[in-house]
């Protein structure tokens, strides 16, 4: 089995900062993309930024240049370092994985973390 565990949020006044983290456990064989996205209560979940396993990130507009995502592959860890927040950051954040099993890396499964509050409030 295969378990992604959050950690890192909190609460923050405006214009702070928060780092994320979310690692990945169990049977894994090889990591493709990691993934952070955010949801808001009534709302879809959207992709806040992605880290490809070729080292590509991209970002959703409302944070490019204030979010950074990163990985440890060593690690099966990802990462969001968050700067310059704004209250509607405020929302619940999860990561997602792209996982292979077996060195067929054939199928790819998908995981989720169980999220983690981040409230941006003075």
């Known amino acids: 089995q295969v378990q992604l565990v959050e950690s890192g949020g909190g609460l923050v006044q405006p214009g702070g900062s928060l780092r994320l983290s979310c690692a990945a456990s169990?049977?894994?064989?090889?990591?493709?993309?990691m993934a952070w996205y955010r949801q808001a209560p009534g709302m879809q979940r959207e992709l806040v930024a992605v880290?490809?396993?070729?080292?590509?990130?991209d970002y959703a507009d409302s944070v490019k240049g204030r979010f950074t995502i990163s990985r440890d592959n060593a690690k099966k860890t990802v990462y969001l370092q968050m700067n310059s927040l704004k209250p509607e950051d405020t929302t619940v954040y999860y990561c997602?994985?792209?996982?292979?099993?077996?060195?067929?890396?054939?199928?790819?499964?998908?995981?989720w973390g169980q999220g983690t509050q981040v409230t941006v409030s003075s």
């Open positions: 880290a490809s396993a070729g080292g590509t990130a």
């Open positions: 169990g049977s894994i064989f090889n990591i493709y993309d």
């Open positions: 997602k994985m792209i996982i292979t099993k077996t060195p067929a890396n054939t199928p790819r499964y998908q995981y």
